[in-house]
């Protein structure tokens, strides 16, 4: 068993009542306990050994990363593969190693074929409750349904944990590898959001307290933030600076301005931003840059480095064994359609 495979199991046994995953689904939060995440992904697991995924084998994903994508990258690195890009696809076709698509419906599944990219891949791993675009593909299909049982949820869970909103694109390996590890160890509630352009809305309707970017995510925020706020130069845009500067300093300094830095503009800010919850940022990478790291420290916020990644997390799979994979393969089906 693989390493990542090692700490879902031992997240599942640990904490298997407690919410894992929560996606956006037609406007409606969805949530997946520890258990459910596990039994989802051995699932997954499974049926991509039996249909020739293995270590060296390749999974091509959207950038815009669902609840649906983190349990099809999880399973793909489990099994000693490799994430890339979709758009890479059409790239070093002459490559021997099994390389599969992720398509998360219909209009992902229609986009490979126009595209003319379904012809170099041994399968598409394919999530849709309809199938309407099935006939259309002359690849074998890996169906699986493995969030059908997932439940609508009021945003208040009985096990409340920390919660994370997924700003960082599981396209890229070593991004995923990251991440996912830290998700495992840490154990936090990992939030997908329906759309990208979204992240902003739903991240404060998930009452969000841990942040995990790249720093050219955090660069990029940072930068949105900032075109916000008054002109350079401006009484308003001294005195916002003044504010965010004083709010960095320790809590033993300057308690009288910084209750007054508090109270008129870092609680509207973080109001504004629906991230009253916020208190952490981590870095998947080297880090945002000063500017960035000081706007952070202005706001309230602490700026950590990605914790939890383990060397291990890296290491050959070998066979999962039969107490985490499911026996029935009616979850999976594996046709090929014409």
């Not at 080297?286 to 952070?296: D, H, I, K, M, Y």
Request: contains cysteine; neutral net charge.
């Amino acid at each position: 068993m693989s390493a990542l495979s090692t700490l879902l199991c031992e997240r599942a046994q640990t904490d298997g009542a407690r919410v894992a995953l929560s996606f956006k689904e037609r406007g409606a939060w969805r949530q997946l306990d520890w258990s459910r995440v596990e039994l989802a992904t051995s699932s997954l697991r499974c049926a991509l050994r039996d249909a020739g995924f293995g270590a060296g084998a390749v999974l091509f994903v959207s950038k815009r990363a669902s609840g649906h994508t983190v349990l099809a990258v999880l399973a793909a690195l489990s099994l000693g593969g490799t994430v890339l890009e979709v758009g890479e696809l059409l790239r070093a076709t002459t490559s021997t190693e099994p390389r599969w698509a992720f398509a998360r419906n219909s209009a992902e599944f229609v986009s490979l074929l126009e595209a003319g990219a379904a012809a170099t891949l041994s399968g598409v791993l394919f999530d849709d409750r309809h199938g309407a675009s099935l006939a259309r593909s002359t690849v074998p299909v890996l169906r699986y349904s493995a969030l059908v049982s997932a439940e609508s949820s009021t945003r208040e869970p009985l096990h409340a944990t920390e919660r994370c909103v997924l700003e960082v694109s599981l396209a890229r390996d070593s991004e995923a590898k990251q991440l996912l590890t830290s998700w495992l160890t840490q154990g936090f509630e990992l939030g997908a959001p329906e759309e990208s352009e979204s992240i902003e809305r739903d991240a404060g309707e998930l009452g969000v307290s841990l942040r995990i970017a790249s720093s050219e995510t955090w660069n990029a925020w940072a930068d949105a933030l900032r075109a916000r706020f008054a002109a350079p130069g401006t009484r308003k845009r001294r005195f916002l600076e003044w504010a965010l500067a004083v709010n960095a300093q320790p809590l033993a300094r300057l308690r009288v301005a910084r209750w007054v830095a508090a109270l008129l503009v870092v609680a509207p800010l973080r109001r504004a931003l629906r991230l009253r919850q916020w208190r952490r940022a981590v870095s998947l990478d080297v880090g945002p840059s000063p500017e960035t790291a000081r706007l952070l420290a202005g706001l309230g916020v602490r700026l950590e480095p990605c914790e939890g990644i383990i060397a291990r997390a890296f290491e050959e799979p070998v066979e999962v064994t039969a107490t985490t994979t499911p026996s029935s393969p009616s979850v999976n089906e594996f046709a090929q359609s014409a």
